[in-house]
């Protein structure tokens, strides 16, 4: 029952987040999953690398857009937390470094 109740929680601080802040968070993946070995295009959650509860905000540089896959493997303890932090800081060093095109294909190459 208190993981449903987690479950609910975590939504509604989703919710909280700005259309605008959601919107530079998903370009700032590609509108993809922040996950380099996924990057699904499609439905994304955002997600509080920092949660809400342990005050995390909803700036920006404390979200992740995940796919619900990799966002409901995260919460089932298969993905740690370490992993998004690590995906997130190569998407903002990617971002820096290279266009939209080039990053796509620099993660398609490395999963090969």
């Known amino acids: 029952m208190g993981r449903k109740k987690a479950a609910t929680k975590v939504g509604s601080e989703a919710r909280r ?9 998903l370009h700032e993946a590609g509108y993809k999953c922040g996950n380099p070995r996924c990057r699904y ?9 920092y949660y809400v509860s342990d005050r995390g905000s909803n700036l920006p ?38 266009d939209r095109r080039s990053i796509d294909l620099l993660l398609t190459i490395d999963q090969l």
């Open 61 to 98: 540089d404390n979200l992740l857009p995940l796919c619900p896959t990799c966002h409901a493997e995260h919460h089932s303890g298969n993905i740690p937390t370490e992993s998004l932090r690590a995906w997130k800081m190569l998407l903002l060093a990617l971002n820096e470094a290279f």
């Open 41 to 49: 295009p499609l439905t994304l959650d955002v997600h509080h690398l």
């Open 17 to 25: 987040v700005a259309i605008s802040i959601r919107q530079l968070v």
